[in-house]
């Protein structure tokens, strides 16, 4: 949006000087420029405000060079604060000032855009841009260093080392030959950076130090900065967190007071690192909140600078529009004091035209607005009467589904069960079977009438709440007390796999939801676990608290779920069944019985499953607050 607004606003500026303005105002508007050039690295926030201050003075004297080149100081500017895009903005608003008689300004204008793009990773304009520029350097040593040196870094972000440690050490050789001091202080850090990466250690450390004391020579706070942070990742690599901890910090205090937001950000993950090698986790915590904080805040930043560009670029527009507007209502009004005349008489006429048709129109408009209100009328009755056979029609597809699934639940999964227990009877009662048999295969068959009561159970449940809708009194629910109800109510099943139950719940914490729903999810959960998990086995149930909100699991060391049947898991259309290892049948109603019950509280169900080793079921609900 900004590009485009750019691209129209500056489309029709004209180009050159006026001839009438004084030297020496122009003589300041370069002096003014030339200083930010010099110091937006160390004070940026000064340096903006007298590039802003050259702006305006270069704009009110139609000073196209000077005006470009503080657009392009500008840039420079918000690029050292790390916001890409309005530096980017300001780069391309420059390229329409510049003249076309000083190809080193446009190379030094393209290559600034190749590093922006570099830092928002887009490496393919990065380098089109640097090639433009190389095109404008001619033979320059100077700007082809610049080029060289941008063009290093795409190739390390690339990960092509070799080429971009090459690239690095050209720049290296034409900044010393012209003694380019800022640039050689960049270019050792590169090379720090490339040789880190490359696991180096050694050259990179003494890049770094080099780099290092370099920074201290230029005054470049900003690179000063990143080569404390980039030493701390380089200690990190060796191992020496201490050394590593002392030099982020200050990495991260010198970018918070020069505003670098990728310098803090990156202080505070490599501190994160850190105090997590040395197992403080603690303080390791606290970094990586203070890193997420930075991200944040950058994005934010980012927004508000956006919303601010976007008003003071409006805000001078508006200035200087007004000064043109001055001056062609001053020879307007000339000219309009010999049409005034022929304006009065061409007016009169016009009048009695607009009368007669002002006439008719409203005619033609009356009988119009009489038919568009029936027709209206009529449009709006047919589409209540649609609306309505919409409804109709979906209400009854959906009654027709629900008779469908629950007829062939029904028929399929609970007929088994009723039909084994018919048999027995019959075989019982005809005298084919003893009592020792018959108890023999009643404690066989328990476990599968136990899954057919749940099944029921949840059917009845769920057709319950797609008929009525689901009935929600919520209440604070003790988790480790409904555990230890649930333990009881399937503690002979326990018993006849010999599986052992653990309440690892947290005493005491309770979560705000229906008490009869999570009861319903948990006891699904934990006869799903006893189903599959076999003989001496373990079932846990267990609770931890994240954020406000308590996270329950039930743990089971059974055979695990295959990873290709987790997607889908909870839904009815694709349900997942399996039978159990006491060839215990279900219909996979349950889990997706269980997932609307826990969303409709306001949490969420999830799982982890590992074949042969076991699953783990989760789910999140909110703490009770005092």
């Known amino acids: 949006m900004l590009l485009l607004m750019h691209g129209i606003a500056y489309a029709q500026k004209e180009n050159g000087t006026d001839p009438r303005t004084p030297p020496a105002l122009i003589e300041t508007i370069d002096n003014l420029n030339k200083h930010v050039e010099e110091t937006y690295v160390s004070a940026p926030y000064q340096a903006r405000a007298t590039a802003e201050h050259a702006l305006l003075l270069a704009e009110n004297i139609k000073y196209n060079e000077g005006t470009g080149s503080a657009f392009l100081n500008l840039g420079h500017v918000y690029w050292s604060q ?3 895009p309005i530096s980017l903005f300001y780069f391309n608003s420059a390229l329409n000032y510049l003249p076309k008689n000083k190809p080193l300004l446009l190379a030094h204008c393209y290559s600034s855009i190749g590093r922006a793009y570099t830092d928002l990773q887009n490496y393919t304009l990065a380098l089109k841009n640097l090639a433009v520029a190389s095109d404008f350097a001619g033979t320059n040593q100077k700007m082809l260093a610049e080029v060289y040196s941008e063009r290093s870094l795409v190739y390390l972000k690339l990960k092509r080392y070799d080429k971009g440690i090459a690239n690095a050490k050209l720049a290296m050789q034409l900044s010393r030959v012209i003694n380019d001091q800022p640039a050689l202080c960049i270019l050792y850090s590169r090379l720090a950076n490339a040789y880190r990466v490359k696991g180096q250690y050694k050259q990179a450390i003494a890049y770094s130090d080099t780099a290092l004391h370099m920074s201290y020579l230029v005054n470049n706070r900003r690179l000063r900065a990143i080569s404390f942070i980039e030493r701390a990742i380089i200690y990190n690599s060796l191992s020496q967190y201490n050394d590593a ?19 803090i950000s990156s202080a505070y993950k490599t501190l994160t690192y850190s105090f997590e090698q040395k197992h403080d986790m603690a303080q390791s915590l606290a970094y990586q909140k203070k890193y997420t904080q930075a991200l944040d805040s950058l994005n934010a930043t980012n927004k508000r600078k956006t919303t601010e560009l976007i008003q003071s670029y409006f805000e001078l527009n508006s200035r200087l529009n007004a000064i043109a507007a001055v001056e062609q209502k001053a020879k307007q009004y000339s000219e309009k004091i010999h049409l005034q005349k022929a304006i009065i008489i061409t007016l009169l006429v016009s009048l009695l035209v607009v009368i007669l048709a002002l006439s008719v129109t409203f005619y033609l408009y009356k009988q119009k607005r009489v038919l568009t209100n029936r027709m209206r009328k009529q449009h709006k009755a047919l589409l209540i009467q649609k609306e309505l056979i919409e409804e109709q029609s979906v209400n009854l597809a959906g009654i027709n589904s629900l008779k469908d699934k629950l007829l062939a639940v029904i028929g399929h999964d609970l007929r088994t069960p009723l039909a084994n227990l018919h048999s027995i009877l019959r075989l019982y009662s005809t005298g084919v079977l003893t009592d020792a ?21 949840n059917l009845l449940e769920w057709a319950g709440s797609q ?13 480790y007390l409904t555990g230890a109800e649930i333990g009881r109510i399937f503690s002979y099943l326990f018993q006849q796999k010999n599986i052992r139950f653990e309440n690892k719940a947290l005493p005491g914490m309770c979560v705000q939801a229906d008490e009869r ?9 934990v006869s799903n676990a006893i189903k599959f998990t076999g003989d001496n086995g373990t079932v ?6 994240d954020e406000g909100r308590l996270v329950t699991s039930i743990k089971d060391t059974g055979n695990g779920i295959p990873a290709e049947k987790l997607h889908g898991l909870f839904g009815l259309n694709t349900k997942y069944t399996a039978t159990g290892t006491s060839g215990e049948k279900g219909t996979g109603i349950g889990l997706f019985l269980c997932k609307e019950l826990i969303e409709f509280n306001g949490g969420r169900l999830w799982v982890n499953s590992k074949v042969n080793e076991g699953s783990i079921f989760s789910f999140s609900l909110p703490l009770v607050t005092d």
């Open 437 to 457: 048999e018959v108890q023999e295969l009643m404690q066989e068959i328990e476990p599968v009438v136990q899954g057919a009561e749940l099944t029921l159970s």
């Open 540 to 545: 846990t149930l267990l609770s931890t608290v």
């Open 467 to 479: 008929i009525r809708g689901i009935n929600h009194e919520p209440s604070a629910v003790d988790i």
């Open 517 to 525: 729903h999570i009861k319903v999810v948990i006891s699904n959960l």
């Open 82 to 84: 790390s916001y890409y």
């Open 245 to 263: 901890i002392h030099l982020a910090q200050k990495g991260a205090a010198l970018s918070d007071s020069i505003g670098v937001m990728d310098g």
